[in-house]
């Protein structure tokens, strides 16, 4: 079975630092791979896709997320951090060969960005 | 475009008390509808999933229903509440054949 592994419950950054938030998928397949963000009493928001096309994904708000085959990883990063970029971010994903789409989501990091 | 809408935004209800949450989609047509749980500090747990009116996939066995009576209507049920279906639900729809999905606002459901 398809599973996803957020590294760190927590992120701390300084404003205007790197933002890298990891996850690693475990499947037989490589499968879709997304990331969402949620910010505090809301839905969650779709940041970016990966769907087998090109392995360097640019999402909204400056994100984007590379996709590694030989690391099974799916690792969101930013250049610069903003204070309106603290939320959490669930990383998921879904299998190519279902039928039927059912995402697999990780347990979820909060980013904390300080001035 | 295409919306999704939940409510009530919050609820407050007693333990044995019944529950109805719904969920509609618009500006769309046949889309698949999911229900996800959001307990504090953990991730979303699937709880059902439908792909078409009347159809009902359940995933985790509980006290819980849901049911479909329109294309975009998708509602969450239960008899009797307990503490621990105390939660964020979050609706969520998706076109069949693409990829992701989109979330609505999100119930807040404490149960006291």
């Known amino acids: 079975a398809q599973s996803v592994t957020q590294l760190g419950s927590h992120v701390s950054v300084s404003e205007g630092a790197l933002v890298l938030l990891r996850c690693n998928y475990s499947?037989?397949?490589?499968?879709?791979l997304f990331w969402y963000v949620q910010y505090p009493n809301q839905g969650l928001q779709l940041l970016l896709k990966?769907?087998?096309?090109?392995?360097l994904v640019k999402g909204i708000n400056g994100f984007e997320a590379e996709f590694k085959k030989s690391e099974t990883s799916f690792h969101l990063t930013k250049p610069s951090a903003h204070m309106s970029d603290a939320a959490e971010y669930f990383c998921?994903?879904?299998?190519?060969?279902?039928?039927?789409?059912?995402?697999?989501f990780g347990t979820g990091t909060r980013l904390l960005v300080s001035p | 475009s295409q919306t999704i809408h939940q409510w009530p935004a919050t609820l407050v209800q007693p333990v044995g008390s019944p529950l109805s949450l719904e969920c509609t989609v618009e500006?769309?047509?046949?889309?698949?509808l999911y229900w996800y749980r959001q307990a504090a500090g953990r991730g979303l747990q699937l709880l059902f999933y439908?792909?078409?009116?009347?159809?009902i996939s359940s995933e985790v066995p509980q006290n819980l229903s849901a049911s479909r009576p329109q294309d975009r209507q998708f509602i969450l049920s239960s008899k009797k509440l307990l503490l621990s279906d105390s939660g964020f639900y979050l609706c969520?729809?998706?076109?069949?054949?693409?990829?992701?999905?989109?979330f609505g606002p999100g119930t807040r459901l404490t149960v006291t």
């Open positions: 969520a729809w998706t076109l069949p054949g693409a990829y992701e999905q989109y």
């Open positions: 499947s037989s397949v490589p499968p879709y």
């Open positions: 990966y769907t087998s096309a090109a392995t």
């Open positions: 998921a994903s879904q299998s190519q060969n279902t039928g039927f789409q059912k995402l697999v």
């Open positions: 500006g769309t047509s046949n889309p698949n």
């Open positions: 439908s792909v078409g009116i009347g159809q």
